[in-house]
């Protein structure tokens, strides 16, 4: 093989291992670009999505104050019992102190 042929095969290589670089490239930018895509029908899941989460919120703050009120108002009952209570053993106490005064 001459020096002339052997130089033209290399420059044809290296031609030929240019222009897969340059298509590997292109494939490379090609596969970079991509696009979301959405429809109306998903769209239309989000929003109802996120109505169904509102209206969890709206019932969970509704019932932890619905929560908050019935411990006020246990809490009103008990005030209520123990001053009651309180009533009755100073009218006992009272009671008695009449008594212990009649008595002397």
Do not use: C, P
Not at 27 to 52: P, V
């Amino acid at each position: 093989m001459s020096f002339a042929t052997l130089f033209g095969k290399l420059q044809e290589h290296e031609m030929e291992l240019m222009r897969l670089n340059k298509h590997e490239e292109t494939d490379k930018k090609k596969k970079g670009i991509a696009l979301k895509a959405s429809s109306f029908i998903q769209e239309e899941s989000d929003r109802e999505y996120l109505n169904e989460i509102k209206e969890d919120d709206d019932f969970s703050f509704f019932v932890r104050r619905f929560n908050k009120f019935l411990r006020y108002k246990g809490n009103q009952r008990r005030k209520i019992s123990i001053q009651r209570k309180k009533e009755k053993t100073l009218l006992l106490f009272q009671s008695a102190m009449n008594v212990i005064n009649l008595d002397i």
